[in-house]
């Protein structure tokens, strides 16, 4: 079987600041996924990769920049944090052939 | 455009019962769609999937989905339920054609299944 890793697990920073969001998978997937999970509410996609190179913009991807530079990495930036983005921010990966997708355990951003 | 719509925010019933968590989509063509749970402190588990064929189709943990083309849904059903079960119950929808690959997602349904 395979891992999701995404690091750090909790990420604070200030308002303003530009913070990265790393995650990693080794199941070998062409396309990886971004969302952000605001408490009580869904899930918002914010940007996703079909292959290494490729981005892909989802509903929610302003204020934010990707980077898919290896297969098995897919990198977030918060190009300047604000208070309202506080939420837990989950990397996911798709099986090509069974169209299930695999999520991380997910870095909650808190922004002071 | 692509949206899922889960109506019920939270749904409550105890343990026996039968449960049947709604959800409804928008999209223009033959969309892909999947049930993810979340259970309390971790990250999103698959459930089930329809991609094509048989419109009831069977997923993990006992749960099974059918889809309604007639009225654009994909409603998720278990009997009897269990009190394990209490979890967030997210629908998902995944475009194709030119959206291959983009996933939109309910805002999720928290089942309690009292014991």
């Known amino acids: 079987g395979g891992i999701i890793t995404q690091t750090p697990k909790f990420l604070i920073g200030q308002e303003g600041q530009k913070l990265t969001l790393k995650c990693q998978q080794n199941?070998?997937?062409?396309?990886m996924y971004w969302y952000r999970q605001d408490s009580g509410k869904g899930l918002r996609l914010i940007y996703y990769?079909?292959?290494?190179?490729?981005?892909q913009k989802g509903d929610l991807s302003e204020g934010y920049d990707a980077s898919r530079e290896k297969k098995s990495s897919f990198s977030l930036t918060v190009t300047s944090a604000q208070k309202n983005e506080m939420a837990v921010f989950l990397c996911?990966?798709?099986?090509?052939?069974?169209?299930?997708?695999?999520f991380g355990p997910g870095t909650r951003l808190t922004v002071l | 455009a692509q949206s899922v719509d889960q109506p019920d925010a939270h749904v409550t019933l105890y343990e026996g019962a039968s449960l049947e968590l709604r959800c409804s989509y928008s999209?223009?063509?033959?969309?892909?769609l999947f049930w993810y749970v979340q259970y309390p402190g971790q990250s999103l588990q698959f459930l089930l999937k329809y991609i094509t064929g048989d419109a009831v189709v069977k997923g993990t943990k006992g749960f099974e989905a059918e889809f309604r083309k007639s009225n654009s849904s994909f409603n998720l059903k278990k009997s009897p339920a269990h009190w394990s079960d209490s979890a967030k119950y997210f629908c998902a929808l995944e475009g194709t054609g030119a959206n291959t690959g983009k996933l939109t997602f309910g805002h999720g349904t928290i089942l309690r299944v009292h014991p």
């Open positions: 990769s079909i292959t290494e190179n490729d981005l």
């Open positions: 999209y223009s063509a033959a969309p892909y």
């Open positions: 996911a990966s798709k099986d090509k052939f069974s169209y299930e997708q695999y």
């Open positions: 199941f070998n997937h062409d396309t």
